[in-house]
């Protein structure tokens, strides 16, 4: 079956700009998460969505925001780019929350200049 | 809150020569672990992950761990290692009956030297 899908693979954007990141989950999954890696960071956690709902989120500043749809498709925005928003971003599907472990896309790689 | 813990940032080692990854994890209730594989311009892949049970986990690509409760840790083993086993290695950590988030160690760079 398909893996997490995840579009596009690379962006470029400018400081101030916004950007819409896109997640498929592998059929039947409902649950999805967003990372960001970076080098110095290492794996960071945005937020978890479940059946549409977030669950959980992460330290991160309010210009970071997701939703997720009723097919389970998620997407994330980042608003009013930064330099330091530059990182892969990554999308984990999972059949369930918890002990199931992750299924996790290719990434997104974004870079801001 | 949980924390993890891989004790070595980058491991260097022959083709076919065993090989080690450490990972120490904290916390006072049950949790599940987890470790994950990334290739270069890839996502993370699941190697193996330990729920309950069994202390001795086998994953794919012949690796295993093994998880010690008393020394909190969840190393992970291959006794033969090859070229293609040359990529980025994460331990991850789940509370069981948490926020079921897992925290996720700064990963272990394996580099295998034919």
């Known amino acids: 079956k398909a893996g997490v899908t995840q579009t596009p693979r690379y962006l470029i954007k400018t400081r101030g700009q916004q950007v819409t990141l896109s997640c498929s989950p592998i059929?039947?999954?409902?649950?999805v998460s967003w990372y960001q890696q970076t080098p110095g960071q290492g794996l960071q956690f945005l937020f978890e969505?479940?059946?549409?709902?977030?669950?959980n989120k992460g330290n991160f500043p309010g210009r970071f925001s997701g939703r997720q749809f009723s097919n389970s498709r998620s997407e994330m925005n980042v608003s009013t780019l930064e330099l330091g928003d530059s990182a892969l971003y990554l999308c984990?599907?999972?059949?369930?929350?918890?002990?199931?472990?992750?299924?996790f896309g290719s990434g997104t790689r974004l870079t801001v200049v | 809150a949980q924390s993890v813990t891989q004790l070595d940032s980058q491991v260097p080692v022959f083709e076919e020569a065993p090989v080690e990854l450490r990972c120490n994890y904290s916390s006072s209730v049950s949790v599940y672990l987890f470790w994950y594989v990334q290739y270069p311009n890839q996502g993370l892949q699941l190697l193996l992950k330990?729920?309950?049970?069994?202390?001795l986990v086998k994953g794919i690509n012949g690796f295993e761990a093994e998880f010690n409760k008393s020394q909190t840790s969840f190393h992970l083993r291959k006794p033969s290692v090859h070229i293609s086993d040359t990529a980025e290695y994460f331990c991850a950590v789940t509370l069981s009956g948490g926020s079921y988030i897992p925290t996720f160690g700064r990963g272990t760079s394996l580099i295998v030297h034919p």
């Open positions: 984990a599907s999972s059949l369930e929350r918890g002990s199931a472990g992750y299924t």
């Open positions: 059929s039947g999954h409902r649950s």
């Open positions: 330990y729920l309950s049970g069994s202390t």
């Open positions: 969505y479940f059946s549409e709902t977030q669950r």
